[in-house]
């Protein structure tokens, strides 16, 4: 399991800040959340989870919290919100559109995205429809890369190549299309969140087959449990957000 | 109204950013000539002149919410959104949105489809604009409109970075204002 060591300036301003007072559960959780307390406290699980075992869920995935918490991770751990039972009974659904209201939290991710991967000689940053849409592009606007969308069969229109990825139940597929990328040119791969990992999966072997070097794969939040990092193969895993 | 009608005349950044636009002739179906702006999203500096000339016009409108519709209107929605300090509300597909949501619907040429929003993500009389990358019979931003004036909101205009001969010469969609940066690219440029 190889991490690509990529100097983080969040390393030497993160060990002067103080350690951060965890957030009330209620406050900055009104944008539409049902009213039900149960929501507001899993999330402040996961918020302690950062703060008191950041290092255990750096051991696996790159997560930006690293030893000390920088202080915008809390934030944007406490700007999504948890809905139950979505798409179906028992999965504990990570949404990220709460996060999009959040002004500063959005754009704090956006920062520590664009932080981690400027001036690296990225000229390319792949996201995966529709939710690596929204992070993707600032991302490629800021370190000045091209954006190139990954998306369901049939939406691209000029010529694509396909991958092909398993599901629970059968198979589905992601195109990219046909010259969006040269050979030996170096990508990141966006999408918000990092699951079985099997999407990504799928996006890093399309990218491979053209002859493109993933530098890394970039999510807003990891279910470590699912093990998805383990379907990445050598391509390292960077995370914001680690959320059991 | 066109860029070029609204102070943008012969500004070479509109030129740049049609050229690269790449048509793609019977795409969904024959005798249509896709307008396909993933090959404006290849080119980092016409990208970033769409985006910095939307944020040109809606910075200084107080404007504190960019709706945009999926899934192109993503592409082009959020680059928005944080450079005017605005929030970002994705207006998807049935379905995909989690929490609590409101619909509307509206036509397709064979059909209906829906339009999904999440309540409570806009305050009555917050200033919206709505971005989607292409209008052509403007069915989808009408139907975008609704869900948030439903919600109170106060929607300012419609943007769109390509708008379809139809629009042409009509200012507003469902009474709102539209601002559209280029016509259609013609099928000489197909690459």
Known sequence: MQTIIISSPLVSHRLSLALPVPRSPLINYHHGAPPSIRLSSHRFTNSLRLFSSAAAASRDSEMATEDVQDPRIAKIAASIRVIPDFPKPGIMFQDITTLLLDTEAFKDTIALFVDRYKGKDISVVAGVEARGFIFGPPIALAIGAKFVPMRKPKKLPGKVISEEYSLEYGTDKIEMHVGAVEPGERAIIIDDLIATGGTLAAAIRLLERVGVKIVECACVIELPELKGKEKLGETPLFVLVSSA | ?191
């Open chain 2, 1 to 191: 109204m066109f860029a070029s009608e609204n102070g943008l005349k012969g500004d070479p950044r509109l030129e740049a950013i049609s050229a690269a636009i790449r048509v793609v002739p019977d795409f969904p179906k024959k005798g249509i000539m896709f307008q396909d702006i993933t090959t404006l999203l290849l080119d980092h500096k016409a990208f970033k002149h769409t985006i910095d000339i939307f944020v040109d016009r809606y910075r200084d409108m107080q404007i504190s919410v960019v709706a945009g519709v999926e899934a192109r209107g993503f592409l082009f929605g959020p680059s928005i959104a944080l450079a005017i300090g605005a929030k970002f509300i994705p207006l998807r597909k049935p379905g995909k949105l989690p929490g609590k949501v409101i619909s509307e619907s509206y036509e397709l040429e064979y059909g209906h489809d829906r339009l999904e929003m999440h309540v409570g993500t806009v305050e009555p009389r917050e200033r919206v604009i709505i971005i989607d990358d292409l209008v052509a019979t403007g069915g989808t931003l009408s139907a975008a409109i609704s869900l948030l004036e439903s919600q109170g909101a106060e929607v300012v205009e419609c943007a769109c970075v390509i708008g379809l001969p139809e629009v042409k010469g009509q200012h507003k969609l469902k009474g709102k204002p539209l601002y559209v940066l280029v016509e259609p690219s013609g099928v000489d440029e197909f690459c």
